[in-house]
C-alpha cells in the first residue's frame, strides 16, 4: 500500500498558509546530539530507500550518495510525481552544484524556507545540512499533507496518534519522543487497523524491547513499512530523536489511512478531471496531457491497486474477526467500502472523456497557434510594410516641388496604389485570420483583436490618404502645368521683348557721330519714329507682366510653395521693369542730345561756309602765283636782272598776302575744334593751302637764287645774255617734267643734241661732274657749269678765282659759311670737299683756298 499521497501532479495548488511553519529551525551551527544523529541517519536513510527502490536504486551513506544530486532529484520526482529539469551529467563539482541547486529550487517552490542550507554544503557531504534537507523533505511531503480535524502536519498526526490508541490501555501519546518508549503506542496501531495481525493483551509493558521489535517486524512483513530504528537505540535514549520517532509514525499514518487518504485523493483529483479550462498555450496542454498520462500510467494504478487491497484487507479483516467471535469492524462514518466505491464510481466519470477533451484541446490549441502564428507573421509583415506610409502619405512634398518632380511623384503613387492594392488580400486574411482565431477563444484574443483592429483602422487610413494625396496630386499637377504654361508664354514674349528694350538702350546709349545737318536730321528722324513705337511697347511689357502676375497669384491662391522663376527664361520681372525705365529716362535724353547735335551742326556748317569762302580764293591766288614764277623761270627773253626785279615783286606780294593765310587758319583752328573734318563747299583742305603756301614761299626764294646764281656764273664765266637764253632754252626742252631737273636720260639726250659723242666712260665721268652726290637729276645750275666749262677760254681759271674774291669780300680765303650762303648746297657742298684748307697769311680756322682749287679745276685734265 502506498505510504505517500502525490497531489502536486494534478495541479493541486497548495496555499502558502496550508504550509507547515517548520517547528525547529534547522541551524547549521547547532551541535547534533550523537544518539539522534545516529537516529536520524538510519531512519532518514531507510525512508528515502523506502521510495528510491520504486525507481530501482537505493543509497548507502545518506551524506554521500547525494552529493552529485543525481539521487536527490530522483527522490523528489519519485515522491511528487513530477518531473525535474534535466540534470547535468558532468562529473566536476559545478556540474554536481548546478544539479543539488535544482533540487533546492524544486524544494523551494513548493513554499517550503530553506533555513540555511546551500547546495555546496551538500556537495561537501556536511551531515548536518544533509540531514537538516531530508527533513525538510519530509516535513513537506510525508507529513505536510496529514489532516486530521483541522489539524495538520504534526499536530494532525499527533491527534491521529491520539484518537487511534485512546482505548488501549497505558498507551498515552503526547509526543514523538519518549511516549513511544514501550513499544505499546505501535502495536496499539497496528491493533488497531488489523487486529488480526497482533494480540495487544498478550503484551506487557515492561518489555519495551519486545514490543518495539514486535511491532517493526509486523510493519516490515505487512504493511510495507520498513524498519527505520533499533529498539535499542529507542529504549536506551532518555529521549529518543523526535524526527527519527515523527517519520517513521507517518508510515503508519500512510499506511493505515489508505482509506481516508483515498478518498482524499479522488475528491482532489475529481476536480482536476472536471476542470475543463483550457490553457492558453500548446505546452501547457501538452503539459496537461502528460500529466493525465502519468496519472493514468503511474498514479491511478497505485491508487487501483489500493483500492483493491482495502477492499481484499477490509474483508480479510472481517473475517478473521468473524471467524475469533469478535466484533466487526466498523470504520468511521463516510469512510466505508460503499463510500469509496461511489467515490471512485465518481472519479471513473469525471475522468471519462478528460483525455478526448485534452486531445480536442491540444488540436485547437495547435490549430489556434498555427493560426495565431500566422496572423503574427502576416501583422507583422504588413505592419513592416505599412511602418511610415501615413507619414510618407501625408508629405506635401508636392507644395514645393516642380511639375517634373510632382510627375515623379505621381508616377511614384501609382505605383504605391499598384502596392497597395496588392496587399488588399493579406489584410482580409488577416481579418479572417483574427475572426477563426475569436471562434476558436484564442486566449489572447483580445491583443489579436486589438491588433488587426488597428491594422484596418490604419489599412482605412492608407486609403483615406492615399485618394487625397492623389487627388493633392493631380490638382497640384494641374496647377503646375498651368503655370507652366505661363512660364513658357512669359519666355516666348519676354525674351524678344528683353532684346528689343537691351537693342533700344544700346541704340538710345549710342555715341553717334554725324558730320551733317542731314545725318543729325536723319537720326533725328528715326529717334522719332522709335517713340512712336513706345505705346505698343508699353502695352506687351504689362501684357507680360499680367502673366506673370497670374502666376504669383496661383502659387498664392493654392498656397504652393514654390518658387517663381521661370525655368524656361533667365529674364525677371525685375529686369523688364528696370530696363523699361532705362528705356523711359534715356528717350528725353536722346531727344536732348540729338538737338544739341543739330545745334551743333548747324553751327559747323556755318563754319564750314566760312572756310570755304576763304580756301576757295586763297587756293586760286597761290596756284596763280606758283604758274606765274613758273613761267618767268622759263622765259628765255628778256636779261637776268629784269626776271630778278620781276621775282622781287612777286616776292613782295607774296609775303603781303600771309596775312590772308593767318585768317584761314584761324578759321581752321575753329573747325578743328568743332571737330569737322570734312566740307563740301570746297576741295581746298587747310593742309593743302600750308603745302601749297609753303611751296610757293620756296619756290619764289629758289627762283630768286636761282636767278642770282645765273647772273654770278654768267659775271664769272663771261657768259653772253644770249649764251645763258641758249642754255635755258635747251634745258628746258629736254626738261620733259617742267619741274627744273633733268634725269639721266634726259641729261644724255640733251648732250647728243649739242653734238657731244658719249661713250659710257665719258658719260659717267660728265655725271660725276654734275650729279657729284649721285642723287640721279640734273639742276639747271649743274647745267650751267658743266656747259660754261667746255666753253670756256684758258684763261677761265683766273675769272673763277675773280669770282671767288668777290663771294669773300677780297680775302685770300674763304669760309664754309660763306660758300653755304652764296651758292646753292650742292655746289657749295662741292667745293667745300674739294677746296684746301689756306695757310697763306691772315688764315683763321676753317678757312679755304678758293685759288689753289680754281687753279686745279682748270689746270688738271681730271676735273
Known sequence: MNQIEPGVQYNYVYEDDEYMIQEEEWDRDLLLDPAWEKQQRKTFTAWCNSHLRKAGTQIENIEEDFRNGLKLMLLLEVISGERLPKPDRGKMRFHKIANVNKALDYIASKGVKLVSIGAEEIVDGNVKMTLGMIWTIILRFAIQDISVEETSAKEGLLLWCQRKTAPYRNVNIQNFHTSWKDGLGLCALIHRHRPDLIDYSKLNKDDPIGNINLAMEIAEKHLDIPKMLDAEDIVNTPKPDERAIMTYVSCF??????????????????????????????????????????????????????????????????????????????????????????????????????????????????????????????????????????????????????????????????????????????????????????????????????????????????????????????????????????????????????????????????MFIVHSIEEIQSLITAHEQFKATLPEADGERQSIMAIQNEVEKVIQSYNIRISSSNPYSTVTMDELRTKWDKVKQLVPIRDQSLQEELARQHANERLRRQFAAQANAVGPWIQNKMEEIARSSIQITGALEDQMNQLKQYEHNIINYKNNIDKLEGDHQLIQEALVFDNKHTNYTMEHIRVGWELLLTTIARTINEVETQILTRDAKGITQEQMNEFRASFNHFDRRKNGLMDHEDFRACLISMGYDLGEAEFARIMTLVDPNGQGTVTFQSFIDFMTRETADTDTAEQVIASFRILASDKPYILAEELRRELPPDQAQYCIKRMPAYSGPGSVPGALDYTAFSSALYGESDL
Open 253 to 510: 499514518y500512510h499506511a493505515f489511512a489508505g482509506a481516508e487518504q483515498l478518498l482524499e485523493w479522488i475528491r482532489r483529483t475529481i476536480p482536476w478531471l472536471e476542470n475543463r479550462t483550457p490553457e492558453k498555450t500548446m505546452q501547457a496542454m501538452q503539459k496537461k496531457l502528460e500529466d493525465f498520462r502519468d496519472y493514468r500510467r503511474k498514479h491511478k494504478p497505485p491508487k487501483v491497486q489500493e483500492k483493491c487491497q482495502l477492499e481484499i484487507n477490509f474483508n480479510t479483516l472481517q473475517t478473521k474477526l468473524r471467524i475469533s467471535n469478535r466484533p466487526a469492524f466498523m470504520p468511521s462514518e463516510g469512510k466505508m467500502v460503499s463510500d469509496i466505491a461511489g467515490a471512485w464510481q465518481r472519479l471513473e466519470q469525471a475522468e471519462k472523456g478528460y483525455e478526448e477533451w485534452l486531445l480536442n484541446e491540444i488540436r485547437r490549441l495547435e490549430r489556434v497557434e498555427h493560426l495565431a502564428e500566422k496572423f503574427r507573421q502576416k501583422a507583422s509583415t504588413h505592419e513592416t510594410w505599412a511602418y511610415g506610409k501615413e507619414q510618407i502619405l501625408l508629405q506635401k512634398d508636392y507644395e514645393s516641388a516642380s511639375l517634373t518632380e510632382v510627375r515623379a511623384l505621381l508616377r511614384k503613387h501609382e505605383a504605391f496604389e499598384s502596392d497597395l492594392a496588392a496587399h488588399q488580400d493579406r489584410v482580409e486574411q488577416i481579418a479572417a485570420i483574427a475572426q477563426e482565431l475569436n471562434e476558436l477563444d484564442y486566449h489572447d484574443a483580445v491583443n489579436v483583436n486589438d491588433r488587426c483592429q488597428k491594422i484596418c483602422d490604419q489599412w482605412d487610413r492608407l486609403g483615406t490618404l492615399t485618394q487625397k494625396r492623389r487627388e493633392a496630386l493631380e490638382r497640384t499637377e494641374k496647377l503646375l502645368e498651368t503655370i507652366d504654361q505661363l512660364h513658357l508664354e512669359f519666355a516666348k514674349r519676354a525674351a524678344p521683348f528683353n532684346n528689343w528694350m537691351e537693342g533700344a538702350m544700346e541704340d538710345l546709349q549710342d
